[in-house]
């Protein structure tokens, strides 16, 4: 369906909002295209396994393409491939540290053996010991245990000494050694930490002493958001205000102090200053004085903004109200994150299994007289493929969030008696977000991804270039790369109104895009107010969780003597805190937003008359009263709030103060 149909643009513009009824199908073709483009998703996945890349990721192989635990088939060229390792489990690298940083790959000689060390053998004898009494070979095929310490060779034969001591339980069938130092080249910002090993040691036992106490203060976090959003209902009117007026006053005092700072510098005696120090306090002071202007600036600008918005706070106070009835009445929407975090961990588990397979996909390609397995022709391309489908689906499962809470809020809105709500409205928001617009959510999600792609490229090349390019296109890249943030950020915005929209009136992507977009538009400063207050509002309660629960852990970590390190504990605490607090209250956002929609769209296609009767909850209804009172003690003087309001009054209303006027 394309979004430059001037019919469909006609028809929608004459249409009248009907919420919740004539349901219907939207977007199906992208629905196709998007079931296509996961059947490739899944080919690349059987393809992966079908050619072995699955069985020689699980069970490793050799350098000469020999599959661990298993006969395999004869590779021309290369004499040592076609070997039977039916008891030959385990892949042992003869030099694991020899990393290549560019191929990000061990360049170490690869070899299938019966059993990794068990512990750290220093010289060659305690080799040949090993293989002798656990029939595990650690050399090259061709040489035996019997010739471990006589052969000339050995050095280049034979593991390098010594042999690190091996996990317990092998990953991927991979002999890794414990000692992680092994790896210095390829993490050495990580090793120069590790090293440390009193530090090191002081970190870990400390989480691990203090591992009750973590699982306590996170569980006090959950609860603390819980009650956060409770609170925020009730005392949202005096919150609101006090964040306001604690911004005025903040600014006014950071104004304040800039002077201050500046006109004491200026009036200090400059004889008791050092000439080689005379510049620098020169510099200060204009720097200060700069600051100064833009702060008196930005208060001059903020309280013009204040001044603004003063009258619709009272909107973004009575949505913060009704959004916690939401939540008494929908209370599962409160774990709607969970479920997404969940449907997001499976993928991405599929995906990275999916990339490993891509890893070690391709035919034997013999390499002197080793082998290596490469890719050819179109099948080099999958990778990107795959990755575009990384961010197409995750994009996908968070747009389904989206339209289920946007769902079930329009159920709960657009149903005037409240005790009368079905029984499972999110279970019939996923229901209906199944049978009738999955295709809409497939184009929003592919918007999105139209957009990440770019920005990802270039924030790639930014990465690869560092250092390297001059200035000016430093300054041009960095500044493509926020640009197409910043569109990313709106896009998001709008497609999430667009699904509440579609959650409405069951139109399809575009024709909902659109009419969210002029909603929005027509209703610009209580978007700009809801956006800068409430949403700030949310910020701080993050901030609020996370300080209280840092708090308690400081009392409780500090009371326990014991802990010489806790700084590690108390980092993961804050940062579970912040992350629980952010799904709690990122829902409670998405929440008001989508009940703002609702109630623009409610005011502009009903007025309260008999048979346009509002949908609104009373908290909502008592606020469009308010409103009406003000403009009409008003008079002339509220015109401009008339013409903001307007789809909130009757006709017949607005003719009775024309004619009195």
Not at 9 to 34: G, H, I, M, N, Y
Not at 105 to 110: D, E, G, L, R, T
Not at 317 to 331: E, N, Q, T, Y
Request: hydrophobic share 50%.
């Amino acid at each position: 369906m394309g979004c430059c149909n001037s019919t469909s643009a006609a028809q929608s513009s004459k249409r009248e909002w009907k919420p919740l009824e004539d349901r219907s199908c939207t977007d199906l073709p992208w629905l196709l295209l998007f079931i296509l483009f996961c059947l490739g998703m899944g080919f690349i996945c059987g393809f992966s396994i079908a050619t072995g890349a699955a069985a020689r990721l699980v069970s490793g192989y050799d350098s000469y393409g020999n599959i661990c635990g298993q006969k395999n088939a004869k590779v021309e060229r290369i004499p040592n491939s076609g070997m039977d390792h039916t008891h030959r489990k385990y892949v042992f690298f003869l030099d694991p540290c020899n990393v290549d940083l560019v191929k990000r790959k061990i360049k170490s000689i690869a070899l299938c053996v019966a059993a990794c060390p068990s512990h750290e053998l220093k010289t060659i004898y305690e080799v040949q010991k090993f293989a002798e009494k656990n029939g595990s070979a650690l050399c090259l095929y061709n040489l035996k245990p019997s010739e471990y310490s006589m052969h000339s060779k050995a050095s280049v034969l034979c593991p390098k000494l010594p042999v690190p001591e091996s996990a317990p339980i092998p990953f991927f069938h991979r002999c890794a050694p414990v000692n992680i130092s092994c790896y210095a080249k390829f993490a050495e910002a990580l090793i120069t930490f590790v090293n440390d090993n009193s530090v090191l040691h002081r970190l870990i036992s400390g989480v691990m002493a203090s591992k009750e106490i973590i699982l306590g203060l996170c569980l006090l976090s959950l609860v603390l958001s819980m009650i956060l959003m409770v609170i925020i209902r009730y005392i949202s009117r005096v919150l609101v205000w006090i964040l306001t007026i604690l911004i005025i006053l903040g600014s006014l005092g950071g104004t304040g102090v800039l002077w201050w700072l500046y006109a004491k510098q200026r009036k200090s005696p400059k004889e008791t200053i050092i000439p080689e120090q005379l510049q620098i306090a020169e510099d200060n002071l204009r720097a200060l004085l700069i600051y100064a202007i833009s702060a008196t600036v930005f208060t001059a600008i903020l309280f013009l903004i204040m001044l603004v918005m003063r009258k619709r706070v009272a909107l973004t106070i009575a949505l913060f109200h009704v959004a916690g009835k939401v939540f008494i009445h929908l209370p599962l929407l409160v774990f709607q994150p969970f479920w997404t975090f969940l449907a997001l961990l499976l993928f991405w588990i599929y995906w990275i299994m999916t990339l490993l397979f891509l890893g070690t996909l391709g035919s034997a390609v013999p390499k002197g007289e080793f082998v290596e397995f490469e890719v050819s022709g179109p099948l080099q391309y999958m990778w990107w493929y795959h990755v575009v489908g990384l961010i197409w689906i995750s994009e996908f499962i968070l747009a389904c969030q989206q339209m289920t809470v946007a769902g079930a809020v329009v159920t709960y809105y657009f149903t005037r008696d409240k005790r009368n709500l079905p029984y499972t409205p999110i279970l019939g928001s996923v229901n209906r977000l199944i049978r009738y617009h999955l295709g809409t959510v497939a184009k929003g999600a592919f918007i999105i991804t139209l957009v990440k792609i770019p920005r990802m490229i270039l924030m790639y090349i930014h990465n690869q270039l560092r250092g390297k390019e001059n200035a000016c296109a430093r300054c041009m890249l960095k500044s493509c790369i926020c640009c197409l943030w910043c569109l990313e950020k709106c896009l998001n915005y709008l497609n999430q109104n667009a699904y509440t929209a579609t959650a409405i009136n069951s139109t399809n992507f575009c024709t909902s895009a659109k009419d969210a977009f002029v909603i929005l538009v027509e209703n610009a400063l209580r978007v700009a107010t809801i956006n800068t207050v409430g949403d700030f509002m949310l910020f701080l309660g993050k901030i609020l969780i996370v300080c209280c629960t840092a708090l308690a852990g400081i009392m409780l970590l500090n009371y326990q003597q014991d802990y010489t390190v806790w700084v590690l504990p108390l980092v993961i605490v804050c940062l579970f805190a912040f992350l629980v607090a952010h799904c709690f209250l990122s829902i409670y956002e998405m929440v008001v937003d989508v009940l703002f929609l609702c109630f623009a769209i409610d005011t502009k296609y009903n007025d309260g008359s008999p048979g346009r009767e509002f949908y609104m909850d009373k908290v909502l209804m008592e606020f469009v009263e308010n409103s009406r009172k003000s403009m009409k003690e008003a008079g002339k003087g509220g015109a401009a709030d008339s013409r903001e309001l307007k789809p909130m009054i009757m006709k017949a209303y607005t003719q009775e103060v024309t004619r009195k006027q």
